[in-house]
């Protein structure tokens, strides 16, 4: 079992950076990919970004040049350093890790870009 705990979420104006993390505990032996995804009222959840145990990363088009992926392996932690905050970015942002063949899901972290 994996449990995953996200932080780093806010309220930010247009413009600015917020990084959030995500740290996995538990029995873990083979994480083979992490990542965050988003829900907005009233939208589906999309993916925003990915990085697999090579260290190959992908992101969705609206985020691409202003988000990076990143993880520690020694911490078992992931971070989604977002840049240039827009508010169409506003979403509860959930933390995946995709470990022994399973997807875990953090509880999600909540992050408004407002001026």
């Known amino acids: 079992q994996v449990q995953l705990v996200e932080s780093g979420g806010g309220l930010v104006q247009p413009g600015g950076s917020l990084r959030l993390s995500c740290v996995a505990s538990g029995s873990i032996f083979s994480i083979s990919a992490m990542g965050w995804y988003r829900q907005a009222p009233g939208k589906q959840r999309e993916l925003v970004a990915r990085i697999i145990s090579g260290g190959t990363t992908n992101y969705v088009d609206s985020v691409k040049g202003r988000f990076t992926i990143s993880r520690d392996n020694a911490k078992n932690t992931v971070y989604l350093q977002m840049n240039s905050l827009k508010p169409e970015d506003t979403a509860v942002y959930f933390c995946?890790?995709?470990?022994?063949?399973?997807?875990?899901w953090g509880q999600g972290t909540q992050v408004t870009v407002s001026s």
């Open positions: 995946e890790v995709v470990h022994g063949g399973t997807h875990y």
